[in-house]
C-alpha cells in the first residue's frame, strides 16, 4: 500500500516541478513571476527525487545501476 500511496506523492512532485521549470521561464502570468526562484525550483527537484528514491528502495531497485544501464542504452541510440 506505501508503494502505491508513494506513487501517488511522486505524481504531485512532479506537478509541483511541472509549475516550477514554467515559472523558471517565466511562462506564467506575471503576477506569480515572484514566487518561482533556483530555490524553489532546486527544492521541487529534490522531492521528486526523493520520491523516486523511496520507490527505488520499496522494490529494491539499484538506482546507479539503472542510471548506468539507461545512460549506456541512450548513448548507443545516438549514434
Do not use: W
Not at 515572484?34 to 523516486?52: H, I, K, Q, W
Request: glycine share 6%.
Amino acid at each position: 500500500m506505501f508503494a502505491l500511496a508513494q506513487t501517488a506523492k511522486l505524481g504531485e512532485e512532479v506537478g509541483e516541478l511541472h509549475a516550477e521549470v514554467l515559472g523558471a521561464i517565466r511562462y506564467c502570468r506575471a503576477d506569480k513571476v515572484s514566487r518561482y526562484t533556483d530555490e524553489t525550483l532546486a527544492g521541487e527537484l529534490a522531492d521528486v527525487m526523493v520520491c523516486t528514491m523511496l520507490l527505488a528502495q520499496i522494490f529494491d531497485v539499484d538506482v546507479a545501476h539503472a542510471i548506468k544501464s539507461k545512460i549506456d542504452f541512450l548513448d548507443e541510440r545516438q549514434f
